[in-house]
């Protein structure tokens, strides 16, 4: 290997190492700043972020791999509704879409009552700003709009 091959061989291990710690910083960060609802697929991770911009109630549905970096999705509480903000714009298939109602309509073990209520509890506990009702009905999310 000469001086170049040497020279090129060492800056990308340099800017794969940067990369690799850039992405670890930004999935740690993350995890002090939301409340895990659960899982959608073993792939998808619905969470609610601590006092989350917009004003808008939400909540995020994201690859569990990088918390979001790859695939990151929110949807509105109130209306079966895309939020779309900042690069926060993916959107769910059909499938996905029928085992999140599903999910959400499920049973937590914990705490005895529908995941539905576990998001919204978790929504008021996490955002100061804007509150929902307790009582919220689900909307119908197997039938989403942009």
Excluded at 11 to 19: A, F, N, R, T, W
Excluded at 103 to 119: A, C, E, M, Q
């Amino acid at each position: 290997m000469d001086i170049n091959e040497l020279k090129e061989y060492i800056g990308k291990v340099v800017k794969e190492e940067i990369s690799k710690t850039a992405r670890n910083y930004l999935i740690e960060s993350h995890l002090d700043e939301m409340a895990t609802i659960g899982m959608l697929t073993p792939k998808l991770r619905i969470l609610v972020y601590t006092n989350d911009p917009g004003n808008i109630p939400h909540f995020h549905i994201v690859d569990s791999d990088t918390n979001g970096h790859f695939f990151n999705c929110c949807i509105e509480i109130k209306n079966n509704r895309y939020f779309k903000h900042g690069a926060k714009t993916d959107t769910l298939n059909n499938r996905d879409r029928k085992g999140l109602v599903g999910f959400l309509n499920s049973i937590d073990k914990d705490f005895g009552i529908p995941y539905w209520r576990v998001l919204l509890i978790e929504w008021n506990r996490n955002n100061s700003n804007v509150q929902v009702d307790k009582d919220q009905p689900m909307p119908d999310y197997l039938h989403m709009r942009e």
